[in-house]
């Protein structure tokens, strides 16, 4: 596996990374630098980015000596993305590779992965306009052969990383995205973590409520004390949308949209 995507990445030019701070991208930033000394990673910083993922990639680029550039990539100042579409992914890659590309010539690299190719992923049509490439992808790699390569680079933190897409992706579909909400959502998730240890925990924030979706299993463990103190999580954040009910509900990927726009 891990030579399979050193093959694909010897058949490119030096690079430039777009990383995130997730499993994907750290890894292939990793193998990267490998195979090109002179690698560059970006990273793009905004409210719909958990202030954790840039740490992490800041210890990172320090403690292995990576070319690392914070950028903004201004998809906040779209007002395309802003509106939420069901495409909203297209506009925040759109603006993330624009702004690569206008500080480098160098072939930008994603980390979306085989699996990813079974999802909703308008980010990738964007990434086709900007002549992106997808080494996993070429390299037939899913997320299972992502983790297995950080396992053995020896990043086992960053191999046990849980799935965590961007704060933006909590909001319903056709619900403007706003700075405060997912500093609310980011908060909520934060909290259940810590109090609850879920294997899961997405803060959903819908038309007609708060969601709150947790892993089966911790969600069928919860003694009534533990629905009450996320209740209580949740009506004690700031900038908490309006006055929602909140509601548990079991963990279903994607669930923020709207299915009807999707068909």
Avoid at 80 to 103: D, H, M, Q
Avoid at 134 to 146: C, D, F, N, S, T
Avoid at 180 to 190: P, Y
Avoid at 195 to 219: M, S
């Amino acid at each position: 596996m891990l030579e399979a995507l050193r093959t694909v990445l010897r058949s490119l030019p030096s690079p430039t990374v777009a990383v995130s701070g997730g499993v994907d991208s750290v890894t292939l930033a990793a193998v990267a630098v490998q195979t090109w000394s002179d690698t560059l990673l970006m990273h793009a910083v905004s409210p719909a980015v958990p202030h954790e993922a840039t740490q992490r990639l800041l210890r990172l680029a320090a403690l292995r000596r990576w070319q690392l550039q914070i950028v903004d990539a201004g998809e906040f100042a779209d007002p395309r993305y802003r509106e939420n579409p069901v495409n909203r992914c297209f506009y925040c890659k759109n603006s993330l590779y624009g702004t690569i590309a206008a500080r480098t010539d160098r072939q930008i690299l994603s980390g979306a992965n085989l699996d990813d190719l079974g999802e909703y992923r308008p980010g990738l049509d964007a990434a086709r306009q900007h002549s992106v490439r997808h080494p996993y992808i070429e390299a037939r790699l899913g997320k299972l052969a992502v983790r297995s390569i950080a396992r053995e680079l020896g990043l086992h933190e960053i191999a046990e990383l849980p799935a965590s897409p961007c704060l933006s992706s909590r909001v319903e579909t056709g619900i403007r995205i706003e700075a405060a909400t997912l500093a609310f959502i980011h908060a909520v998730e934060r909290k259940i973590e810590a109090e609850l240890t879920p294997h899961t925990v997405r803060c959903r924030v819908r038309a007609g409520a708060v969601v709150i979706e947790l892993d089966t299993a911790t969600l069928h463990s919860l003694t009534s004390a533990d629905t009450q103190r996320v209740h209580a999580i949740v009506l004690e954040q700031p900038h908490r949308p309006a006055t929602l009910p909140v509601l548990l509900e079991a963990y279903r990927n994607g669930s923020a949209f709207l299915q009807d726009q999707r068909a």
